[in-house]
C-alpha cells in the first residue's frame, strides 16, 4: 500500500514536503526525493494518510535501514528550530555529518581508540576541587545546572576529569563542548590518557570520514565521551548523563552564519530533555551565566586557589600617553630582558595579523581601502601585498599615490608580523615564535611551536587570540598585552565584558607554576575604571558592575534580542526591506517590544553588499518569539524579498 511520508528537506523554507513511499519508513531515516529538478536526501519526520497536495512524487531510496535521529534528538532538534526560528530541514542538516547529508552509508570505517593503559595523575585532587566534584556527583540523576567558576589555573580541567570518569562508571556518556581555539592535541590527548573509554573529538580538522566515524560511535555508545566544538551538541549520545561546558564566556559557542545557534543556550535544553547535570565552566563568566547563578538557576561553584600553589600575577599598566619609543615602550623592554635573563619565556598578545594595518600617504592622507568593503587593507609584507581580511581581496601596494601622486606611501600601526620584526631588532639572540592565522596555515604547524614552547626553551612568543586559552606553558613568566584600546571605542555594548574577559584569560597564561607571573598592559586609556578591577584580579566585582550596568539600560540579559539583517548590492533595497519588515511588525502590535532600525551595520559594504540591522527588544521572551512566529508566517507578502538576502538572529552577540 502507498504511503504519504512528510520529509524534511534542507531548503530554506519553513514546513515539510509530501512524497509518496511503497514501504513503511520509520521516523528519522534517510531518504533520496526529488526535489525540483535536484535529487535530495531529507529525513522522514512523519506519514499520513491524506495530503493536501495533488500529484505527489515518489521516494526514489530509502538510505537508513534504523532511523539515524532518533526520537530524543529529533525533539532537541526541533525546540532549536522553533526557538531560533530557522527551518526544521536546515536544522536537521546542520546536526549531521556532511557523509551523512550527501547520502552516504552509515558505516564507521575505522574504529577509533584501542584498548590502551590509563594514565593515573600523579598528584591528588585539592580540598576545593573534591568538594566540588562531590557536589556535582551527588544527584547524577536529575536535571542541575551548575557554574564552576573557577580562576585561570585552578585546575578545572582536573574537575572535568573527575566528574567524567565518574560518569562513565555508571555506564553513562559525557559530551564535553570547548571553544574552537581550545581544542587543542593536547586537550584530546589528556583526556585520552586519563579515561577508561573511547574518546571521539569532533572539530573542524577532522576530514569527512573521521567525522563520520565519530558521530556513530557516539551514537551507538562505542564511545563514552565526545569532545568537540560548538556543533557537537547535536551529536546523539543515547546514555548521555552529563555535558560541560568548557570556557562558557567563549563566544565561538554561538554560531554566526545560517542557523545561528548558541551551543551554550542549547545545553542547558538538552541537559533538561535528558533529566541530567549541566556544568558551565569559565574564569570569566559571561553576563548571562553570572545573572543565571544569581537568579539561582545555576549553582555557583567557586575554585578561588590555583592548584599546585601557585599565585594569580601581578598586573601592572603601562601609560602609552607620552610614549614616543613605538609599539613596545622601554619600560616593557626592559621588564621583558629581566625575565629573559633568568631564563624564563615572555608571551607578546596583540590581536591583529599581517604587517601593519593601515597603508597611507604622508603627502596628503590618502589611505588604502578595499574596493569591496568598508575596511582598509593590511599589509602583509612577507608576501608583499595588501589584504582586505574580509572578504580575502589582494594586491600589490601602490608605489605612488593615487590621489596626488607623490612617493610617500609608508605603514601605519603593529600586527603579529611586524611586531616580531621589531622585537628581532631589540633581542638579536632570543628565538621569536610567532603564532597567528598565518604561521600555522600549514597542517601541524601550531602544534610544532607549541611543542617549542612547551620544551621551555627561553623564547619571545608573539601571538593572537589563538593564544588566550586552553594552553599551559609552564616556564611562561611574563605576559604582555598591546593594543587593546580599539575595544574601549568599540559601539557594542558587550565590548567591555568581552575585553575583561580577554585580558584575565591573556594574563592566566603567566606564571602557571609556583613563581608569581607579571603582566603588562600598555594602554592610552590608564584611568578606565575597568583596570582597577583587572589589577587586582577582581573580575567579578567588574562584571557585576556591568551587570547593574545593563539592568539599568534594560539590556541584555535583562531583556531578549532579534536582529533582522539584511543586504544587497543595491543599497537602498537593504534599507527599504527592513522599513518594509518595520511596518509588518509594527502591524503585529506587540507593545512590549521594541523596534529600533533600520540603522546601517558598523561596516555597511562588505565584499560588495550594504548591510542594514532592525533590531527587535522585548523584556517579554515570549511576547517577542510571538512577534516573530507571526512575522515568519508573512514574509511571502514582503515585495522587496527577493532583491536581498536577509537573516534573523535570536539572541545576537554583536
Ligand atoms: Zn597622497
Ligand atoms: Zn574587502
Known amino acids: 500500500m502507498l504511503s504519504i511520508l512528510e520529509v524534511a528537506i534542507p531548503v530554506p523554507l519553513n514546513k515539510t514536503f509530501d512524497y509518496l513511499s511503497d514501504q513503511k519508513v520509520d521516523i528519522g531515516v534517510r531518504v533520496k526525493v526529488p526535489f525540483g529538478r535536484k535529487k535530495v536526501v531529507g529525513i522522514v519526520l512523519g506519514s499520513k494518510e491524506k495530503s493536501e497536495f495533488d500529484k505527489l512524487k515518489s521516494v526514489e531510496e530509502v538510505l537508513d535501514k534504523k532511523p539515524i535521529l532518533d526520537k530524543t534528538i529529533l525533539d532537541f532538534l526541533f525546540w532549536s528550530a522553533k526557538y531560533y526560528h530557522h527551518p526544521i530541514g536546515e536544522v536537521i542538516s546542520t546536526a549531521l555529518p556532511k557523509n551523512l547529508r550527501l547520502g552516504k552509508d552509515a558505516k564507521i570505517k575505522k574504529v577509533i581508540g584501542l584498548p590502551k593503559e590509563v594514565e593515573k595523575p600523579d598528584f591528588e585532587t585539592t580540598d576545593e576541587q573534591q568538594t566540588i566534584i562531590d557536589q556535582i556527583l551527588k544527584d547524577t540523576n536529575n536535571y542541575h545546572g551548575f557554574l564552576l567558576h573557577g580562576v585561570t589555573g585552578s585546575g578545572k580541567t582536573e574537575v572535568y576529569l573527575h566528574i567524567t570518569q565518574a560518569m562513565l562508571d555508571l555506564g553513562k556518556q559525557v559530551l564535553v563542548l570547548v571553544p574552537e581555539i581550545g581544542l587543542t592535541p593536547q586537550m584530546v590527548s589528556r583526556f585520552e590518557s586519563r579515561l577508561e573509554t573511547n574518546v571521539v573529538a569532533i572539530h573542524s580538522q577532522l576530514n569527512e570520514t573521521q567525522k563520520l566515524d565519530a558521530y556513530l560511535m557516539a551514537k551507538n555508545t562505542d564511545a563514552g565521551v565526545v569532545l568537540g566544538t560548538r556543533s557537537a551538541i547535536f551529536t546523539p549520545m543515547p546514555n548521555l548523563g552529563l555535558i560541560i561546558i568548557d570556557e562558557e564566556h567563549d563566544n565561538s559557542f554561538k554560531q554566526q552564519s545560517s542557523f545561528r545557534y548558541s551551543a551554550r543556550d542549547l545545553s542547558f535544553i538538552r541537559a533538561k530533555q535528558a533529566n541530567i547535570p549541566l556544568v558551565l565552566g569559565t574564569a570569566t563568566p559571561s553576563l548571562e551565566t553570572l545573572k543565571n547563578s544569581l537568579d539561582s538557576k545555576l549553582t555557583r561553584l567557586t575554585l578561588a586557589n590555583r592548584a599546585g600553589g601557585a599565585t594569580l600575577p601581578k598586573v601592572s599598566l603601562i601609560d602609552m600617553r607620552s610614549n614616543t619609543d613605538g609599539a613596545l615602550s622601554k619600560l616593557l623592554i626592559e621588564k621583558m630582558q629581566q625575565h629573559l635573563n633568568s631564563g624564563k619565556q615572555v608571551m607578546l598578545f596583540i590581536n591583529r595579523r599581517g604587517y601593519a594595518p593601515v597603508f597611507f600617504c604622508t603627502e596628503c592622507g590618502w589611505k588604502s581601502g578595499c574596493s569591496h568593503c568598508d575596511s582598509s587593507m593590511i599589509y602583509h609584507r612577507h608576501i608583499n601585498r595588501l589584504k582586505c581580511h574580509h572578504c580575502g581581496d589582494e ?78 606553558f609552564s616556564n611562561l613568566a611574563m605576559v604582555g598585552i598591546l593594543d587593546i584600546d580599539a575595544g574601549f571605542l568599540s559601539i557594542n555594548f558587550r565590548a567591555t565584558e568581552y575585553l575583561a574577559q580577554l585580558l584575565i584569560q591573556v594574563s592566566g597564561r603567566a606564571g602557571r607554576n609556583t613563581e608569581q607571573g607579571e603582566v603588562v598592559i600598555q594602554t592610552r586609556y590608564p584611568n578606565h575604571p575597568m583596570f582597577s578591577y583587572v589589577l587586582s584580579n577582581r573580575y567579578t566585582q567588574y562584571a557585576s558592575q556591568l551587570l547593574k550596568q545593563r539592568m539599568c539600560a534594560v539590556m541584555p540579559p535583562f531583556a531578549h534580542q532579534a536582529l533582522l539583517c539584511a543586504n544587497a548590492k543595491v543599497k537602498q533595497n537593504a534599507e527599504d526591506f527592513l522599513r518594509e519588515v518595520a511596518t509588518l511588525l509594527k502591524n503585529i502590535q506587540m507593545n512590549s517590544v521594541e523596534i529600533w532600525g533600520p540603522v546601517s551595520s558598523v561596516i555597511e559594504k562588505k565584499s560588495d553588499y550594504y548591510y542594514f540591522n532592525l533590531y527587535l527588544q522585548s523584556t517579554d521572551r515570549s511576547a517577542l518569539h510571538q512577534m516573530l512566529s507571526t512575522f515568519n508566517q508573512h514574509t511571502e507578502s514582503l515585495k522587496l524579498k527577493n532583491k536581498v538576502r536577509w537573516y534573523l538572529d535570536i539572541d545576537p552577540i554583536d
Open 395 to 472: 594586491k600589490i601596494p601602490e608605489q605612488i599615490c593615487p590621489e596626488c601622486g607623490e612617493r610617500k606611501l609608508e605603514v601605519y600601526g603593529y600586527g603579529t608580523e611586524r611586531l616580531e620584526e621589531t622585537l628581532e631588532s631589540h633581542f638579536s639572540n632570543t628565538p621569536i615564535i610567532r603564532i597567528d592565522r598565518d604561521t600555522t596555515r600549514r597542517k601541524k604547524a601550531f602544534s610544532q611551536h607549541l611543542d617549542r614552547i612547551n620544551s621551555g626553551e627561553p623564547c619571545i612568543i608573539v601571538g593572537t587570540q589563538m593564544l588566550a586559552k586552553g594552553h599551559d
